[in-house]
């Protein structure tokens, strides 16, 4: 095969096996799935078999979580049991119950004006709370689902304590399970308060926003001091995706504002990216010498916090600072230059301003990279007659591309969701009159995520739009990370031969 | 290695091809360092000037003074200073325990849940962070932390999820030895011994970087911040302040201030950085690629 064909036809390999990759992706979510449903079904099996073969401490603890324990000298085990057992009953009771019954309809009675006698005047009475329904019925649901697999874990320990007192083995007494907290049960210990950060901080209002999409959230319907807001399924989703007459604005604006994503995680990623490489090249080169000084003077610019630069430089670039001012003063332009005026200048401008953000930080990362390829595979090249832009290309890309193609992949998806460099720049403007309207103003610079702030902090405050895009922006990121976690294990086959 | 390949290198080193290039490249190191450096200068130059607060298009000043660095003291900047002082302080501290934990024991354990939890925050972390802001808002605000209250409640924020950043100092541990764990253990140390009294010690350089960034952070975290402190001057950080100088109404009388609100800012933290920018580029170079 010629070789100017063969990049052709490597891509073409690359690109065919995508839906390859697609396809074994949702092949190996239904196994998944069909491992799962098959786990619960043998869980179920095993609690049939426990109870039948259970003596009566065993079928006991069904009912009474910790008895068997207990009864077996694991005080502490089964009073921690218990506890739960008895906590998640009284929750239920007392105050579990109401949001579950609620949940379906996210409250009945909302604001209501009463005509109050005394005060001869209407007065707003407050009822139900559909936000609180909301989050204290999901957390009630996960309590829910914490104790089932509490109960399991009871039952399955009452059969082994039966099993192991049956055989005459020693069971874990409360002091062994208290000494191996910080023994091999270290790990729980360690793993106690960030987990329950993460759970509380990030999983919970995950949840409860991707159920927001699904309901009509807004500053009008704040759940309970204006109006209940209730569930309307896939309404919100229809209104983005449907290229309708009224909902033409959400889509034209959703459209626009991926597409520019897109674009500028790519441009900002790649540009960043090889430069950087590049630049480590240079002062890494033999014959270069302050290459101390070079890093030190770029890394110093990591140093300084972003905001600072990045609000400054925005300034600088303004219709009457420092940029135009120089270039007028020069006699090179006679009117300012619209850097943020316009739309591609400003989406140019922001490109290049991000590459004076980024070069140091991919610098540093290439120059370790660099370092550590091994010189006798440059004397090699060298003796066999190779140039310097063979040796760059077939040694030096690959193993870099080899080495830092998941930290790539994090970068693009990062810059997708890089709010401070857009918003800091540019807020987003130029607006695009076009696409805003509903949407609130967007504008020909804004990123999925600054177009979500600015829904979320607009004047309606359309929190449910905002979980919309959210999740949009959240399948968008998914799909792109599968897709080039299909690429990279064909890559590392191709460095592997070479 | 014979001398004939060597004496070949050194003399291609002086050829008339090489030198060009050397030059060339010399070209473009000094014009980058000017271009790189250049905003800051600008920065600095620009908020010593006297003579007028809006923003103009030349940067020299005409009247050199310290007025406007006197003037921050008569605005909020140096409660916004303290602020987000106390947080970085906090952050940094707290931060460091809950990544180290969590980077430690996914590194050093094998327990069933370990993979499918590494991967459960994988995914989580495919979400946007802004998406949980609203929740953690109102939450914040029924515990009363948020807009004048905002700084306990930010620090809050920050720590709580950050056991999701444990990517680097895992690639750092990864790279100690596990024969070190077992000849303590063998000796009759516990797990948690092996940690504090022989992993730990040894792990300046990854504590350190840990440390470092998350002191960063919130200097420069601007979402978050605005968001908690809503409408509330008192509670932002200076990220927050600083910006909101910038603002159409506010700029003419600021923006000089603006300028020495940031080098303010910028000066300590730049400082710090570079005293511990050894640690800072081992733990880029070292795990972060690895990760």
């Known amino acids: ?498 | 290695m014979s001398s004939g390949p060597t004496l070949e290198k050194r003399h291609m080193g002086m050829t008339a091809a090489n030198r060009l290039s050397n030059t060339v490249i010399y070209i473009i190191l000094i014009v980058m360092s000017i271009v790189w450096l250049a905003p800051f200068v600008f920065i600095v130059m620009q908020s010593f000037r006297v003579e007028s607060t809006w923003m103009t298009g030349y940067v020299m000043p005409q009247k050199w003074g310290f007025d406007n660095y006197i003037a921050l003291g008569k605005t909020d900047f140096w409660h916004w200073y303290t602020n987000t002082f106390i947080i970085a302080l906090f952050t940094a501290a707290l931060q460091t325990v809950i990544v180290l934990c969590m980077s430690y024991t996914l590194s050093r354990f094998r327990f069933k849940m370990r993979r499918p939890l590494m991967k459960f925050m994988l995914i989580l972390g495919l979400f946007p962070g802004m998406l949980t802001m609203i929740i953690l808002y109102r939450v914040l605000k029924d515990l009363g932390m948020t807009q004048d209250n905002a700084v306990p409640g930010l620090i809050l924020v920050y720590i709580a999820s950050s056991g999701m950043g444990y990517y680097v100092s895992k690639g750092f541990f990864d790279t100690v030895p596990k024969a070190l764990d077992e000849a303590a253990r063998v000796d009759g140390a516990t797990r948690a011994q092996v940690l504090w009294k022989i992993i730990l010690p040894m792990a300046k350089p990854i504590v350190i970087y840990t440390v470092l960034t998350a002191f960063m952070g919130p200097w420069g975290d601007f979402v978050f911040a605005r968001y908690i402190s809503m409408n509330s001057t008192e509670g932002m950080n200076v990220a927050v302040g600083l910006q909101s100088w910038l603002t159409l109404d506010q700029i003419n009388s600021r923006y000089t201030m603006f300028c020495a609100g940031g080098v303010i800012v910028a000066i300590p933290v730049t400082i710090l950085f570079m005293c511990l920018q050894r640690y800072y580029v081992e733990g880029v170079t070292g795990g972060a690629v690895k990760g």
């Open chain 1, 1 to 498: 095969m010629p070789r100017w064909q063969k990049p052709f036809y490597r891509l073409g390999q690359a690109l065919a096996s995508i839906p390859g990759g697609f396809a074994r992706f949702f092949a190996g979510i239904g196994k998944g799935i069909a491992k799962f449903f098959k786990g619960v079904g043998e869980n179920i099996a095993d609690i049939g078999r426990t109870f039948v073969k259970g003596d009566a401490v065993t079928k006991g603890s069904f009912l009474v979580m910790g008895l068997a324990n207990m009864c077996r000298g694991q005080i502490l085990r089964g009073l921690m049991f218990l506890l739960m057992e008895v906590v998640f009953i009284f929750y239920m009771i007392t105050t579990g119950g109401y949001w579950l019954s609620m949940l379906p309809s996210l409250g009945l009675v909302g604001p209501q004006e009463e005509y109050d006698l005394i005060l001869d005047t209407y007065v707003t009475t407050y009822h139900d709370n559909s936000f609180k329904i909301l989050l204290y019925g999901v957390l009630t649901i996960f309590f829910i689902l914490a104790f089932i697999v509490t109960w399991r874990m009871n039952v399955k320990q009452a059969k082994i304590s039966q099993e192991m007192v049956e055989s005459h083995r020693r069971l874990k007494s409360s002091g062994d399970d208290l000494r191996s907290l910080v023994d091999e049960g270290f790990y729980k210990t360690l793993l106690a308060l960030p987990l329950t950060g993460i759970l509380i901080f990030t999983v919970m209002p995950i949840v409860f926003m991707t159920l927001v999409a699904f309901t009509n959230y807004d500053g009008t319907h704040d759940g309970y001091f204006n109006n209940l807001f209730h569930w309307v399924g896939l309404d919100n989703f229809n209104q983005i995706i449907t290229w309708g007459n009224g909902s033409t604005v959400y889509s034209a604006a959703f459209g626009e504002v991926l597409t520019w994503t897109l674009i500028w995680a790519f441009f900002a990623t790649f540009t960043n990216y090889f430069l950087g490489i590049f630049v480590a090249m240079m002062i890494n080169k033999k014959g270069i010498r302050f290459k101390k000084g070079f890093r030190t003077i770029l890394v110093m610019t990591i140093a300084i916090p972003q905001f600072i630069s990045l609000l400054y430089v925005s300034k600088m670039f303004a219709k009457n600072g420092i940029v135009n001012g120089f270039l007028m003063d020069m006699g090179w332009i006679t009117t300012a230059l619209p850097f943020w005026e316009e739309a591609t200048w400003a989406r140019i401008t922001i490109i290049l301003v991000n590459i004076w953000i980024g070069i140091p930080y991919l610098m540093l990362v290439a120059t370790g990279i660099l370092m550590n390829i091994p010189a006798d595979l440059y004397e090699s090249a060298r003796i066999d007659g190779a140039n310097a832009w063979k040796q760059f290309s077939k040694i030096t890309l690959p193993y870099m591309l080899f080495i830092t193609g998941p930290y790539l992949l994090t970068q693009f998806t990062g810059n997708m969701s890089n709010f401070n460099v857009i918003y800091l720049l540019t807020t987003g403007n130029p607006i695009n009159a076009a696409a805003s309207g509903a949407a609130g103003s967007v504008g020909y610079t804004d990123l999925l995520v600054t177009w979500l702030f600015k829904i979320t902090t607009g004047a309606e405050s359309k929190y449910y739009m905002a979980s919309v895009v959210g999740i949009l922006i959240f399948i968008v990121v998914a799909i792109i990370t599968l897709i080039v976690y299909n690429f990279l294990p064909s890559i590392k086959n191709e460095e592997d031969f070479q």
